[in-house]
């Protein structure tokens, strides 16, 4: 199982970012995935999962009504569309596959993580 994070890079307060996360190895309809934000010198926190099964979507409060997590089906791709973005919005976002269909945020339940990508906000 393979998963490669892109997008990430350098925005103004405000501003707009598409993530893409490109998975390999296994197939969608039977792992979540999940979008990770790892602030500087925080813990990685779950920021927003799609479900394989009826592609339900979650969200963190802080990125409830500003994200968007998305599947493309026919490339394997998965997207966090991220708007409004702030400040406190900065560090590196990773994707990972869930080891089971549906969403738990839960480190122990991941079955493999993607390297990830560098977003910053700037005020």
């Known amino acids: 199982v393979q998963l490669q994070a892109s997008g990430g890079g350098l925005v103004q307060s405000g501003g707009s970012l598409r993530l893409s996360c490109a998975v390999r190895g296994f197939f969608p309809d039977d792992y979540a995935v999940a979008w990770f934000h790892q602030a500087p010198g925080k813990e990685r926190e779950g920021v927003s999962c799609?479900?394989?099964?009826?592609?339900?979507?979650y969200y963190a409060d802080s990125a409830e009504g500003r994200f968007t997590i998305s599947r493309d089906n026919r490339k394997n791709i998965y997207h966090l569309q991220m708007n409004s973005l702030k400040p406190e919005d900065t560090g590196v976002y990773y994707c990972?596959?869930?080891?089971?269909?549906?969403?738990?945020?839960?480190?122990?339940?991941?079955?493999?993580w993607g390297q990830g990508t560098q977003v910053t906000v700037s005020s």
């Open positions: 799609i479900s394989s099964r009826d592609w339900s979507t």
């Open positions: 990972a596959a869930e080891a089971h269909y549906y969403c738990s945020f839960q480190p122990g339940d991941l079955l493999s």
